[in-house]
């Protein structure tokens, strides 16, 4: 019930690789880059293959056997290889379902008019190497992921940050309990102030009082 295989960097033996084979019938996705591919000729039925990964390998020619045993192939990556000359590719004129295919460092991309070539002979396509023909990049279901998830974390963000009223209500409540507390400075400053007066009235009061003794015995 495998339906993707990643076996990068695998070493294949006389163009295949060992345990490779016609059982993975559910097989949607299988990459295969970097195992030192020369040929085709090996590669199982895989009536269910939609993507496949043949970058970094060896492979020349024999695409023809691409059509044969994967026949609904949506997306084919041959970056990297030996691929040559137009009539080489014409072999997946066959491939009907094919929207993508990627050639990208094969000496092929080296001829004149490579893109308009490819295009033309392979009308079914929608993307070479990563663009359409009015050079639009393709689509990455990823990329979309990503920002996705990122516009779900802004969103998270914004909830865990609240309404920004509850922290004018706690500024304010600040600012109440501060000046409340001036209030009570003022008046603590007040009371000090009266009572220093008192005091002071007390002192005139005496003086007076001693200044009148002294005059009477004067008198006297």
Do not use: H, W
Not at 47 to 72: H, T, W
Not at 161 to 177: I, K, L, R, T, V
Request: aromatic fraction near 4%; proline fraction near 2%.
């Amino acid at each position: 019930k495998v339906t993707e295989l990643v076996l990068d960097n695998c070493r294949s033996s006389n163009g295949e690789i060992e345990g490779l084979n016609d059982s993975f019938k559910e097989l949607e996705f299988l990459s295969m880059a970097n195992v030192e591919l020369t040929s085709l000729a090996k590669l199982p039925t895989l009536s269910k293959l939609r993507k496949l990964e043949l970058s970094d390998n060896i492979i020349s020619g024999g695409l023809e056997v691409l059509a044969e045993r994967c026949p609904n192939l949506t997306y084919l990556n041959l970056s990297g290889n030996k691929i040559k000359d137009l009539g080489t590719v014409e072999a997946l004129q066959n491939l009907k379902n094919l929207k993508s295919l990627d050639l990208f460092n094969c000496e092929i991309t080296n001829l004149e008019d490579y893109r308009d070539s490819i295009f033309e002979l392979l009308q079914q396509i929608t993307y070479l190497d990563g663009f359409d023909q009015e050079d639009n990049e393709a689509p990455d279901s990823e990329d979309d992921d990503d920002e996705e998830g990122d516009e779900d974390d802004d969103d998270e963000d914004e909830d865990e940050a609240g309404p920004p009223g509850e922290y004018e209500e706690e500024d304010d409540e600040d600012d109440g309990g501060s000046d409340l507390g001036e209030g009570e400075d003022e008046e603590e400053v007040g009371l000090s102030y009266l009572m220093k007066e008192e005091i002071q009235d007390e002192d005139d009061d005496d003086d007076y009082v001693e200044e009148a003794g002294d005059e009477e015995e004067e008198g006297k």
